[in-house]
């Protein structure tokens, strides 16, 4: 842009100077001394303005980098912050159902066992934090060590359907793949998977007993266009916006009752937009929610 300026400066004082006026229709060379006062005069400015437009594009530079890299910071301060208040309830838990049973030798065998079990459903659930925490570092910090595959996201969702089949119908649910055959894409299978089985397991986490899930897609050409929809209970519209950020919580007191990590739709997200697609959250005219996403082929 700089030397866009400059160019334009130079050759409007170049011909201004050989025109002299408004009512020559010709170039003339330059006949007196003050033409090249003039054209010396316009150089001086032009060099000027350019160190007046360098400065400031570099201090915009400066500002903007600046903004930037305080708002980063601020992100990992208050991600920090998420990371050590989801850590903090599990391993509390973990430490005060041992050391109860250490501390009391003559607790009843029945108790112990109740307190081993919560302990090691405590364990579980900081295993799967750590492992959430670690998917979203991969993306963020090493995107361009992932493998890439071809992946078969009709086998995998007929894979995953049985794998949520018991927690599906013990809340009275129904999950419906209408996928068409040979949905592939080339992607990240781990990265991939976690795309549809967190919506999956989200859906069942919240949509309420009796509820009916739905994936399907549609062939666009150079990509696969993704519906994820559920209709039960939906999303308030002023949660709506933020559900894909990291560790936000609706209902803070059942998220973590449910065993969830607060990362599931974040991780979502980025693995979608890693695949150099797009996702959005709706709610259902009749009720519910509902993904719209795209997967390059």
Same mark, same amino acid.
């Given at each position: 842009?700089?030397a866009c300026v400059m160019g334009i400066f130079l050759v409007y004082a170049i011909i201004f100077i050989l025109f002299e006026d408004y009512d020559k229709h010709f170039l003339q060379p330059f006949d007196e001394v003050s033409d090249w006062h003039l054209l010396l005069f316009s150089v001086v400015v032009m060099l000027l303005l350019g160190w007046l437009l360098y400065r400031y594009a570099h201090r915009m530079d400066e500002r903007i980098? !600046? @903004? ?7 992100? !990992? ?8 208040? @989801? ?22 065998? %029945? ?6 079990? !919560? ?6 659930? =900081?295993?799967?934090?750590? /492992? ?7 993306? +963020? ?21 049985? @794998? ?16 068409? %055959?040979?949905?592939?894409? /080339? ?31 549609? +062939? ?16 308030? %519209? ?35 937009? =890693?695949?150099?697609? /797009? ?19």
């Amino acid at each position: 842009m700089w030397a866009c300026v400059m160019g334009i400066f130079l050759v409007y004082a170049i011909i201004f100077i050989l025109f002299e006026d408004y009512d020559k229709h010709f170039l003339q060379p330059f006949d007196e001394v003050s033409d090249w006062h003039l054209l010396l005069f316009s150089v001086v400015v032009m060099l000027l303005l350019g160190w007046l437009l360098y400065r400031y594009a570099h201090r915009m530079d400066e500002r903007i980098s !600046r @903004e930037q890299m305080e708002k980063q910071n601020a992100m !990992r301060r208050q991600l920090t912050q998420n990371i050590a208040h @989801e850590l903090k309830t599990p391993v509390a838990s973990i430490l005060g159902y041992t050391d109860t049973i250490l501390d009391n030798p003559d607790i009843t065998d %029945e108790t112990k066992q109740q307190f081993i079990q !919560r302990t090691n459903a405590q364990a579980r659930r =900081l295993t799967a934090l750590l /492992q959430d925490i670690s998917t979203l570092n991969r993306m +963020d910090y090493a995107p361009d060590m992932l493998t890439m595959e071809r992946i078969d996201i009709s086998r995998m969702m007929a894979d995953i359907v049985e @794998e949520t089949a018991l927690a599906v119908v013990s809340k009275h649910m129904r999950l419906n793949n209408c996928l068409p %055959e040979d949905v592939c894409i /080339q992607g990240n299978w781990s990265l991939v998977y976690s795309i549809f089985r967190n919506l999956v397991d989200n859906a069942i986490n919240y949509a309420g007993e009796d509820a009916t899930i739905e994936v399907s897609a549609e +062939d666009q050409g150079s990509h696969w266009a993704f519906i994820f929809r559920d209709n039960g209970a939906g999303v308030t %519209e002023e949660h709506l916006p933020r559900i894909f950020e990291r560790f936000y919580r609706i209902d803070k007191g059942r998220s973590r009752n449910m065993g969830g990590t607060g990362l599931g739709l974040a991780i979502v997200k980025n693995a979608v937009l =890693l695949h150099g697609g /797009q996702i959005s959250a709706s709610n259902v005219v009749d009720g519910g929610l509902q993904f719209d996403f795209i997967l390059k082929k």
